[in-house]
């Protein structure tokens, strides 16, 4: 019986790797049908909707999404700190692709995809460690140097024209950014710092590359990920919802200052002149960063990068979320608050006012997306319209529409007759 496999030429990706990410759509979606569904989309904020509500829930959008966006654009997967030391290592995964970061015994730091080139065996399971001396499969044995090199593959001695140089790990692109460790699946499209543009150098006033890690936490909301990324790209929910943010930050208040293909965001402002920080009563535990100028000392920048890290910088700390999709409607979220080293390094270094705070905030914000999820599986749910509060939910919008159509580049997104810029 004819199968997918008779197709094949045998052997044809065997040897020359360059592994490809995410498996094609279950059910390939028509351009031209998508295309009509999100044409409100495209309207100018006064007269555009929201996304139909497939968008979230439809298994084919969603592996579209892994192939047009996790697949092809860079993803925050850490931070250097992390991996500080030889054999030191972390692993995220994203729809059905893994990738291990690794730094190996010359201090450079490697990705690859967490896959073995014998059977395809997962190769490491935990989602961080250290004392790495090689990878060894859990499967058949093959043995590979934290480099990727495949060192060991017993019993293959009569395999015929079996070179084990053509079997090393394959990797995947990493680059750096502030401190943060990217990856891309995609061995295609501009280096890191070139896609960020205006975004990369915005912030080194904060001195991220130089900040340590006070507190990680991880959630797991039942939620599509785009609800996660629409719900930080406003606060029009704020007065109903966080009521100890609003108490701290208008929900009115700021405007969004970038706009590019690599991000958007902009900046809130604190109520109070004696409020130094986000925290439940305002007040912070340690000095703002040094240098700031007096406007920082008053704000806190909101931004996502696309698509899936949300920077968050505060007057004395930086706050991250990771959003990885596992499924359609299931998301791990990572958020970590990043300190000033010397203050993280006191004895009695204190980040609660500000883990406390967010940890508040995040579960207010997780249920609310968890609402949205069950609401939009509902018949009863069509297209809605946006708020003039909801314009950078509209700008993210319209990034997902341009990645599902196949653009790279961003479409200029309209408001009150204006372009952007
Ligand atoms: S699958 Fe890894 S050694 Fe067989
Ligand atoms: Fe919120």
């Known amino acids: 019986m004819a199968n997918a496999l008779d197709s094949r030429t045998p052997g044809s990706d065997v040897v020359r790797g360059g592994a490809q990410a995410f498996a094609p759509a279950a059910r390939p979606l028509s351009p031209p049908d998508l295309e009509r569904e999100l044409a409100t989309i495209r309207l100018p904020l006064e007269e555009a909707t929201t996304l139909p509500g497939r968008l979230y829930h439809d298994p084919a959008v969603y592996q579209e999404e892994l192939r047009t966006i996790f697949s092809r654009m860079w993803l925050c997967v850490g931070r250097e700190e992390d991996i500080e030391n030889p054999g030191d290592f972390l692993t995220r995964a994203v729809g059905q692709e893994s990738v291990l970061v690794v730094r190996d015994t010359s201090g450079q730091i490697n990705a690859f995809h967490n896959v073995c080139r014998h059977r395809g065996s997962r190769l490491v399971s935990e989602s961080s460690g250290s004392g790495l001396k090689h990878l060894l499969c859990p499967y058949h044995a093959w043995t590979y140097g934290l480099d990727g090199t495949l060192r060991v593959a017993p019993h293959m001695e009569d395999a015929r024209d079996f070179d084990r140089g053509q079997f090393g790990l394959n990797r995947v692109r990493l680059e750096r950014w ?244």
Not at 219 to 237: D, Q
Not at 323 to 349: M, N, Y
């Open 178 to 421: 502030d401190g943060f460790l990217f990856i891309n699946f995609s061995k295609e499209g501009p280096g890191l710092l070139e896609h960020l543009g205006e975004m990369g150098p915005k912030f080194a006033r904060y001195g991220m590359g130089g900040l340590r890690r006070g507190k990680r936490v991880a959630y797991t909301v039942e939620t599509n990920w785009k609800m996660l990324c629409e719900n930080y790209s406003e606060c029009y929910h704020c007065a109903l919802i966080h009521p100890e943010l609003n108490k701290v930050s208008h929900y009115t208040s700021g405007e969004i200052d970038l706009i590019n293909r690599a991000a958007v965001g902009g900046w809130m402002e604190l109520r109070r002149e004696e409020y130094q920080t986000m925290s439940l009563n305002g007040r912070s535990n340690r000095p703002p960063f040094e240098g700031l100028p007096s406007e920082d000392l008053r704000r806190i920048h909101y931004y996502i990068v696309y698509p899936n890290m949300l920077l968050s910088l505060h007057p004395d700390y930086v706050m991250t979320h990771v959003i990885w999709p596992q499924d359609v409607g299931r998301c791990d979220i990572v958020c970590e608050f990043l300190f000033d080293s010397h203050q993280a390094a006191k004895p009695d270094f204190d980040p609660s006012d500000a883990v406390d705070f967010w940890d508040l905030t995040n579960r207010q914000d997780w249920h609310a997306c968890e609402l949205a999820y069950q609401g939009t599986q509902s018949g009863g749910y069509t297209k809605g319209r946006l708020s003039p509060l909801e314009w950078m939910v509209h700008i993210f919008d319209n990034f997902v529409a341009d990645r599902l159509l196949g653009k790279t580049e961003w479409t200029p997104i309209v408001r009150s007759g204006k372009e952007t810029p």
